[in-house]
């Protein structure tokens, strides 16, 4: 029986609608709130690795270790921390992966632009968090497979990586608006209240 799930969503039954589209979209952002790497890891590998802030809380030793420069690999934010922009890539990737293949007549085409656009950007600032951490990482494009001699990918170059910023970013300038809000109705609102 090829029975088609209802009740949840697979890669192989969503990225079928407009809404589905915005959905997914949602899901990207979802990176920046749904994990706690641009919440506070990102504090803890920037800001506490310099002198702008100190490690303190709960005496987390794995914490000190960041302070001190020495990141043993028992210390388990490394891993988590690859691991959610990596998911946040993965995200994207679908979406621009999914959205050409959507013929949903509520999917304008302004707004596909809008949202490659977005997953672009998206994409391109998770690779920059990357890089700035890491060096050369494993440049993943295409994330919709468990298929390990297609995951299993060499590490990049940090040039490599930046390449790739710069050509995210350059499809986000190509495909998002200059300005937001051009909606007459919109505007007219703004307007009358100042």
Known sequence: IDDIPVTSLTTGN????????ENALAGCYNTFYGTDYYQWENVMLSDVRSDNAYPGGNN???FFDYDRSTLPPSNHHNYVNWGAL???IARC???LDKINGVNDPALTDSRKKEII???SFLRAFHYFQLVKLFGGVPIELSSNTANPTITRKARATEKEVYDQIVTDLTTAVSNL???YGSDPKVNKVRATKG
């Open 14 to 21: 969503a990225y079928k609608s407009a809404s589905d589209m």
């Open 60 to 62: 987390e030793e794995t």
């Open 177 to 179: 608006p200059d300005t």
């Open 93 to 95: 990737n679908i979406l």
């Open 117 to 119: 656009g977005e997953a």
């Open 86 to 88: 990596y998911n946040g």
